[in-house]
């Protein structure tokens, strides 16, 4: 791994922040996919000791992040093929039409005004640059997804949800500006129907957002 400044971590929980401040650098690629994780140097990056390293590789080798071989330790997981992709779709479509029925019918006032709250925050502008706007792009985008989960009533089918969502954002990276605001706009459709109790709006709204978002995200194996 080439060497890079010392990362700042927030202080509160140690092994918290580690796992959060490895994800981060998967996420966004400072460390590479298929790249071979060194633990040595990042402890000294983080200004830790190995051992909260270690543990916060074991978290992200559980979120499917990065891979652990014998005797070769850590590598970063690779991008999904192009097969893999679409049947991570097929899955979506399964569980988050389903949520978003599920969260038409059970949310609570709180949650479908959070829902609605998070749908109707706008995307950074481009103008921040491409690191900061994917980034908050991200973030937001996974806040949305995890309160609709979250709303469900399901905390199995929001687990696994996370799992998938961890997967597609390392295809973030590829991810155009230009349809951001499109994104946030299909949100806004799937919270309107949550919002209003309408299960089988929120259900076509969900269906319609994850085909297109699945089509926007294909760009990138070609």
């Not at 190995?50 to 080798?61: D, G």
């Not at 706008?122 to 690191?131: A, F, I, M, N, S």
């Not at 706009?185 to 089988?200: C, F, K, L, N, Y």
């Amino acid at each position: 791994m080439a060497s890079r400044d010392r990362i700042p971590l927030r202080r509160s929980t140690l092994g918290d922040d580690i796992y959060e401040t490895l994800k981060s650098l998967v996420l966004e690629h400072t460390l590479a996919p298929g790249e071979r994780v060194n633990i040595d140097a990042l402890a000294r990056e983080l200004d830790v000791s190995p051992t909260p390293v270690r543990e916060a590789l074991a978290r992200l080798e559980s979120d499917g992040l990065v891979r652990k071989r014998p005797l070769a330790g850590y590598t970063v997981s690779p991008l999904l093929t192009r097969d893999e992709f679409f049947q991570m779709f097929e899955l979506r479509l399964l569980l988050e039409c389903a949520g978003s029925r599920f969260a038409a019918e059970r949310a609570s006032a709180a949650q479908r005004a959070a829902i609605t709250a998070e749908a109707a925050t706008p995307v950074p502008p481009e103008t921040d640059g491409p690191q900061r706007w994917h980034a908050a792009f991200t973030a937001l985008d996974a806040r949305f997804h995890d309160l609709v989960a979250q709303a469900s009533g399901n905390a199995l089918l929001r687990d696994g949800l996370n799992r998938l969502h961890v997967h597609l954002h390392l295809h973030r990276r590829y991810f155009p500006y230009a349809h951001a605001d499109t994104t946030v706009g299909e949100h806004r459709r799937v919270a309107a129907a949550i919002a209003a109790g309408e299960p089988d709006a929120a259900e076509a709204a969900m269906r319609e957002h994850l085909l297109r978002a699945r089509d926007r995200h294909a760009a990138a194996f070609r």
